[in-house]
């Protein structure tokens, strides 16, 4: 079945650079998300990737993906503490279906 | 930028309450969704609507129901509050694009505590 699964936590030091992983099972996905949620807010979206892309850049975020694997990552360069929070994964199959992990819950020491 | 709207933030209420969450979005968008979240958890698809008049129970088994009288209109309403219903619930709302598949978008989400 679908299933999406990521590492629960990660810590770093502010500066350093992130990595959170994410494996997926299905592959006729199309889409597939990061999202990060804040404590006490709702999910926001920080990037997509079409399953026909390597790789995509948007300032200090680069989404790797990984076809032959299905495994994506989502790298965060010069981690700040505002970074801090939980990063979700989610893949896409089309229509009404999106299928999040667990989320990893990413800690900047200073 | 997504424009979706949950109401209330944040509520506390006394057992046997009943209580409805508001939700609405102004992007014309016919998929909706309602996830429950507790503190730093996973999500969990509760309660999700194709459009108006369509509604479809989700993953996890929830005593609250749903209706979907119009498209920008999504609240869910629990008949008899309990503390086991005690969490947080996220509205969503998301429409297929060929940029970028069934991108869902949340809103910033209502805390219920029920005492």
């Known amino acids: 079945g679908e299933d999406v699964e990521q590492s629960l936590f990660l810590s770093v030091r502010e500066g350093d650079s992130s990595v959170i992983n994410c494996t997926y099972t299905?592959?006729?996905?199309?889409?597939l998300y990061w999202y990060k949620q804040e404590p006490g807010a709702g999910l926001q979206l920080l990037t997509y990737i079409f399953s026909n892309m390597d790789m995509k850049q948007d300032q200090r975020l680069t989404v790797l993906l990984n076809k032959k694997d299905k495994h994506l990552s989502l790298r965060i360069a010069d981690t700040q503490t505002g970074d801090s929070a939980i990063y979700f994964c989610a893949e896409s199959t089309g229509g009404f279906k999106t299928i999040f992990g667990a989320g990893t819950r990413l800690f900047v020491k200073a | 930028e997504a424009d979706i709207y949950q109401t209330p933030r944040y509520l506390v209420i006394g057992t046997g309450k009943k209580i409805t969450l508001e939700c609405s979005q102004t992007m014309g968008h016919d998929k909706m969704y309602w996830y429950q979240q507790d503190p730093g958890m996973e999500l969990h698809l509760i309660h999700y609507?194709?459009?108006?008049?369509?509604?479809e129970k989700g993953d996890l088994s929830s005593e609250s129901t749903v209706s979907r009288i119009r498209t920008e209109h999504f609240p869910l309403t629990l008949e008899s509050a309990r503390p086991s219903h005690t969490s947080q619930y996220l509205c969503a709302s998301s429409d297929w694009t060929g940029r970028a598949g069934n991108t869902i978008y949340f809103g910033e989400g209502s805390w219920l505590t029920v005492v």
């Open positions: 299905d592959s006729s996905s199309t889409y």
């Open positions: 609507s194709y459009g108006v008049n369509s509604t």
